[in-house]
């Protein structure tokens, strides 16, 4: 069974760095796309990036362009979302996901993590 767990939330104020891991648990995540999602309390879960199998693809929504980058380690089985200058827009919790493919499609992810809180401060 697979079994993804986010780590490196917390609370930061506008303009520092945080980075997000996604450790998935079985040895085959390396060959699916991976995502990042975020959902703020009242508010739709948001496409943020996603990455290919093999890293060499990756794809962002228009609000974090610039500031933040998707990566993967396959040989650790993880996944990282580098997030810079960061803005409260950016507070939610955040939701790392598998899907065949990568894509901005929520319902094309099967598997998910129970994701880490980040919270930005002005």
């Known amino acids: 069974q697979v079994q993804l767990v986010e780590s490196g939330g917390g609370l930061v104020q506008a303009g520092d760095s945080l980075r997000l891991s996604c450790l998935a648990s079985g040895r085959t995540f390396s060959a699916y796309a991976a995502g990042w999602f975020r959902q703020a309390p009242g508010k739709e879960r948001e496409f943020v990036a996603a990455?290919?199998?093999?890293?060499?693809?990756?794809y962002y929504a228009d609000s974090v362009k610039g500031r933040f980058t998707i990566s993967r380690d396959n040989a650790k089985n993880t996944v990282y979302l580098q997030m810079n200058s960061m803005k409260p827009e950016d507070t939610a919790g955040y939701y790392c996901?598998?899907?065949?493919?990568?894509?901005?499609?929520?319902?094309?992810?099967?598997?998910w993590g129970q994701g880490t809180q980040v919270t930005v401060s002005s």
């Open positions: 990455i290919n199998w093999s890293g060499g693809h990756t």
């Open positions: 996901a598998r899907a065949p493919t990568p894509t901005y499609v929520v319902d094309q992810y099967d598997y």
